[in-house]
């Protein structure tokens, strides 16, 4: 990386006797690490590096030192930061009630080339970009270098919106540092949106480039932006997408969140309540990007996709890009026991190992726990009491080979299948198989027969790159099993197996147990052997829709009736 910095412009403004003591510094080389000088009135002069602050000396700032600093600083703006002309440095200002400045933060600005390594390929897609930080962690720096790297190197017509000077520099020639990108100067921050629009419409440019979104207009005019097809590099505070998703002002950054009411059917296929959280609109950026510290940030390729997963209360699993010492990029997973994608090179030479299941090629089964027993006196409690002391069958998968040659776990690409059904399936069952949103690595896709018959597309894409179809009737507990068990050439006898009740239920409350149980016994003591059909006892529509797959699971015919409350379940024999 080269670095310039023009430290001694900075010092140039500072009091004698400070800049004196710094410049003396027993530590001089330090200086290259330096963050920022504080000085408050009546206080001890202050110096912060990356490790830590310390005292200049034991004596406090006066008025005159702070008078004699404001007088070689250029204007200080609405926002009380100020700027040396040719430099990146920013002075910003503490005033008191009637507004005399009563402090100053000297924050020494730093051109950084080559500090978008680990995200060079990125910046290379076209793709709108999101930085998120902390306050000091670089995010200005890198700003400024993706904006060099795509005017210079990618030869792109880029606009700055340089609210407060600190991207290109105080005064009107922009710093060197941003390349041949021009630079729009805003004179007073409520103003930037407006600037922002202004850009766009007068100035033709492929992308802009903003520091510090922070208001709801701010938010807007991004979007708006993004929808006539600018690519957008933006910073926003804070650490985590998650910050964004429940701050109100900044949500529409990433797609904006709105309460939604879901149908019944719907409501018991995702297994949660009916009113629930989701994305209002496509994200105005499309990649993310966490700037935990100056050499590891987290990367978010899909914005819609990692919103999507916190909503719906999944933990997303984005790329972890760090430096080693011999300046390579290493990129891992955050969750290194998570399924991750297969190795692949991107033009940067960048490449993403595998890890998880994938790499070791084996598999850990879960740990079975036994069914709890319950000591009643009638009869019917008696057969439950006895069967849950029935050993449940264990399908042990000791192959490492799948049936037509792939390695396990199988990877499942699932197209119009619900993905909490098939997460259940392979939970339970301790199935070989791990769901992938990636094509490219799916060893075959599981997908609803409706939705594969009117979508040419798919069938084009799996025949071009051999990956079998398996499509099924219905998103149910028992076809998807069935289907599982095909693609894993285990065997599905025409009679099955008693069925494992985990399958069918959602909470595993003692309720819907007990619903199951009685279904199944149901089944294997009277429908079965008997040919006779059974009414059950009337249950709430959730628990009798399991009931219903329970039922589907033994390839028998099922029906509701009755009112509510009473409304039951009736088997009829095969």
Same mark, same amino acid.
């Given at each position: 990386?080269?670095?310039?910095? $023009?430290?001694?412009?900075? =010092? %140039?403004?500072?009091?004698?006797?400070?800049? +004196?003591?710094?410049?003396?510094?027993?530590?001089?080389?330090?200086?290259?690490?330096?963050?920022?000088?504080?000085?408050?009135?009546?206080?001890?002069?202050?110096?912060?590096?990356?490790?830590?602050?310390?005292?200049?000396?034991?004596?406090?700032?006066?008025?005159?030192?702070?008078?004699?600093?404001?007088?070689?600083?250029?204007?200080?703006?609405?926002?009380?930061?100020?700027?040396?002309?040719?430099?990146?440095?920013?002075?910003?200002?503490?005033?008191?009630?009637?507004?005399?400045?009563?402090?100053?933060?000297?924050?020494?600005?730093? #051109?950084?080339?080559?500090?978008?390594?680990?995200?060079?390929?990125?910046?290379?897609?076209?793709?709108?970009?999101?930085?998120?930080?902390?306050?000091?962690?670089?995010?200005?720096? #890198?700003?400024? !270098?993706?904006?060099?790297? =795509?005017?210079?190197?990618?030869?792109?017509?880029?606009?700055?919106?340089?609210?407060?000077?600190?991207?290109?520099? $105080?005064?009107?020639?922009?710093?060197?540092?941003?390349?041949?990108?021009?630079?729009?100067?805003?004179?007073?921050?409520?103003?930037?949106?407006?600037?922002?629009?202004?850009?766009?419409?007068?100035?033709?440019?492929?992308?802009?480039?903003?520091?510090?979104?922070?208001?709801?207009?701010?938010?807007?005019?991004?979007?708006?932006?993004?929808?006539?097809?600018?690519?957008?590099?933006?910073?926003?505070?804070?650490?985590?997408?998650?910050?964004?998703?429940?701050?109100?002002?900044?949500?529409?950054? *990433?797609?904006?969140?709105?309460? *939604?009411?879901?149908?019944? %059917?719907?409501?018991?296929?995702?297994?949660?309540?009916?009113?629930?959280?989701?994305?209002? #609109?496509?994200?105005?950026?499309?990649?993310?990007?966490?700037?935990?510290?100056?050499?590891?940030?987290?990367?978010?390729?899909?914005?819609? $996709?990692?919103?999507?997963?916190?909503?719906?209360?999944?933990?997303?699993?984005?790329?972890?890009?760090? *430096?080693?010492?011999?300046?390579?990029?290493?990129?891992?997973?955050?969750?290194?026991?998570?399924?991750?994608?297969?190795?692949?090179?991107?033009?940067?030479?960048?490449?993403?190992?595998?890890?998880?299941?994938?790499?070791?090629?084996?598999?850990?089964?879960?740990?079975?726990?036994?069914?709890?027993?319950?000591?009643?006196?009638?009869?019917?409690?008696? =057969?439950?009491?006895?069967?849950?002391?029935?050993?449940?069958?264990?399908? !042990?998968?000791?192959?490492?080979?799948?049936?037509?040659?792939?390695?396990?776990?199988?990877?499942?690409?699932?197209?119009?299948?619900?993905?909490?059904?098939?997460?259940?399936?392979?939970? *339970?069952?301790?199935?070989?198989?791990?769901?992938?949103?990636?094509?490219?690595?799916?060893?075959?896709?599981?997908? =609803?027969?409706?939705?594969?018959?009117?979508?040419?597309?798919?069938?084009?894409?799996?025949?071009?790159?051999?990956?079998?179809?398996?499509?099924?009737?219905?998103?149910?507990?028992?076809?998807?099993?069935?289907?599982?068990?095909?693609?894993?050439?285990?065997? $599905?006898?025409?009679?099955?197996?008693? #069925?494992?009740?985990?399958?069918?239920? +959602?909470?595993?409350?003692?309720?819907?147990?007990?619903?199951?149980?009685?279904?199944?016994?149901?089944?294997? +003591?009277?429908?079965?052997?008997?040919?006779?059909?059974?009414?059950?006892?009337?249950?709430?529509?959730?628990?009798?829709?399991?009931?219903?797959?329970?039922?589907?699971?033994?390839?028998?015919?099922?029906?509701?009736?009755?009112?509510?409350?009473?409304?039951?379940?009736?088997?009829?024999?095969?």
């Amino acid at each position: 990386m080269q670095i310039t910095e $023009d430290l001694q412009k900075l =010092l %140039d403004i500072l009091p004698k006797d400070i800049r +004196q003591i710094l410049e003396q510094h027993p530590h001089r080389d330090n200086l290259d690490n330096l963050i920022e000088v504080v000085m408050d009135l009546g206080r001890f002069p202050e110096v912060r590096f990356p490790s830590g602050a310390e005292y200049l000396s034991q004596t406090p700032v006066t008025a005159e030192q702070l008078n004699y600093c404001v007088e070689r600083v250029g204007h200080f703006s609405g926002d009380n930061r100020a700027g040396l002309e040719k430099t990146l440095h920013r002075i910003s200002a503490i005033r008191n009630r009637p507004g005399d400045i009563i402090g100053l933060t000297c924050r020494v600005g730093r #051109a950084v080339f080559g500090t978008i390594g680990m995200i060079q390929d990125l910046v290379e897609r076209g793709q709108s970009i999101l930085m998120l930080g902390r306050p000091g962690v670089g995010k200005t720096t #890198a700003l400024r !270098e993706i904006a060099r790297v =795509l005017a210079d190197d990618l030869q792109k017509r880029v606009v700055i919106i340089d609210t407060s000077n600190e991207i290109a520099g $105080d005064g009107d020639i922009p710093h060197p540092a941003i390349g041949r990108a021009r630079r729009m100067q805003v004179s007073r921050p409520e103003l930037q949106h407006q600037v922002m629009i202004e850009a766009v419409e007068n100035h033709m440019p492929e992308v802009i480039v903003i520091d510090e979104i922070g208001t709801e207009l701010e938010a807007l005019a991004a979007r708006t932006i993004a929808e006539r097809g600018v690519q957008l590099v933006g910073t926003a505070h804070g650490n985590q997408i998650e910050n964004l998703i429940k701050n109100p002002t900044l949500s529409d950054l *990433v797609g904006g969140i709105q309460a *939604v009411t879901l149908g019944d %059917d719907e409501a018991r296929r995702r297994g949660s309540q009916k009113t629930v959280l989701e994305r209002k #609109a496509p994200p105005t950026f499309e990649i993310a990007v966490e700037m935990l510290e100056r050499q590891r940030w987290v990367v978010h390729e899909s914005v819609a $996709d990692t919103v999507d997963s916190l909503l719906r209360g999944r933990k997303p699993n984005p790329q972890v890009r760090t *430096v080693d010492e011999q300046n390579k990029v290493i990129i891992t997973h955050e969750f290194p026991d998570a399924p991750a994608p297969l190795e692949r090179h991107n033009p940067s030479g960048l490449v993403a190992k595998p890890s998880g299941w994938r790499s070791s090629g084996q598999m850990q089964p879960l740990s079975r726990s036994s069914s709890p027993s319950s000591a009643q006196t009638s009869y019917f409690d008696q =057969l439950l009491h006895d069967s849950w002391q029935q050993a449940t069958p264990v399908d !042990e998968v000791v192959d490492t080979i799948g049936p037509n040659g792939e390695d396990l776990p199988l990877h499942i690409y699932p197209y119009g299948v619900s993905r909490h059904q098939i997460e259940q399936v392979i939970r *339970v069952l301790n199935l070989p198989v791990v769901l992938t949103k990636d094509m490219d690595s799916a060893d075959a896709i599981l997908g =609803l027969r409706s939705h594969v018959k009117s979508h040419s597309k798919l069938r084009s894409i799996a025949r071009s790159r051999q990956i079998p179809i398996h499509a099924v009737k219905a998103s149910t507990i028992p076809q998807v099993t069935r289907a599982l068990r095909r693609m894993l050439d285990m065997d $599905d006898p025409g009679t099955p197996d008693t #069925a494992d009740l985990r399958l069918f239920t +959602q909470s595993g409350s003692d309720d819907e147990i007990e619903a199951l149980e009685e279904a199944r016994l149901a089944v294997e +003591q009277i429908v079965i052997p008997n040919g006779q059909p059974v009414e059950l006892l009337p249950r709430s529509p959730k628990v009798r829709k399991m009931q219903h797959e329970l039922v589907e699971h033994y390839r028998l015919k099922s029906d509701s009736f009755g009112d509510e409350p009473n409304r039951r379940l009736r088997i009829y024999p095969a």
